[in-house]
């Protein structure tokens, strides 16, 4: 079992920043994989970022360029740093966390976290 607990969602006006930060506890040994999905409402989960633990990363098309995925292995922490964030990018949040990237969803997901970005 793995715990994750997301951080640092909330309400920013367009173009502005939010960094989200998730802890991994528990059997972190199981880990390559962790990252960031997230559901607006009326619309489908969606991949925002993963990084694995030797570093590779993946974006959502509609993020490269504003987002940055970041992880601190020895801390079991995963981070996004979100600029120039749209009214667009406003949604819940996830972190997850599995084996590969490809295979994450299947693993441990957090409770979410919201983030509203205003016009």
């Known amino acids: 079992q793995v715990q994750l607990v997301e951080s640092g969602g909330g309400l920013v006006q367009a173009g502005g920043s939010l960094r989200l930060s998730c802890a991994a506890s528990?059997?972190?040994?199981?880990?390559?994989?962790m990252g960031w999905y997230r559901q607006a409402p009326g619309k489908q989960r969606e991949l925002v970022a993963a990084i694995t633990s030797g570093g590779s990363t993946r974006y959502a098309d509609s993020v490269k360029g504003r987002f940055t995925i970041s992880r601190d292995n020895a801390k079991n922490t995963v981070y996004l740093r979100m600029n120039s964030l749209k009214p667009e990018d406003t949604a819940v949040y996830y972190c997850?966390?599995?084996?590969?990237?490809?295979?994450?969803?299947?693993?441990?997901w957090g409770r979410g976290t919201q983030v509203t970005v205003s016009s």
């Open positions: 528990g059997s972190i040994f199981s880990i390559n994989a």
């Open positions: 997850v966390a599995g084996l590969t990237i490809a295979t994450m969803t299947a693993g441990s």
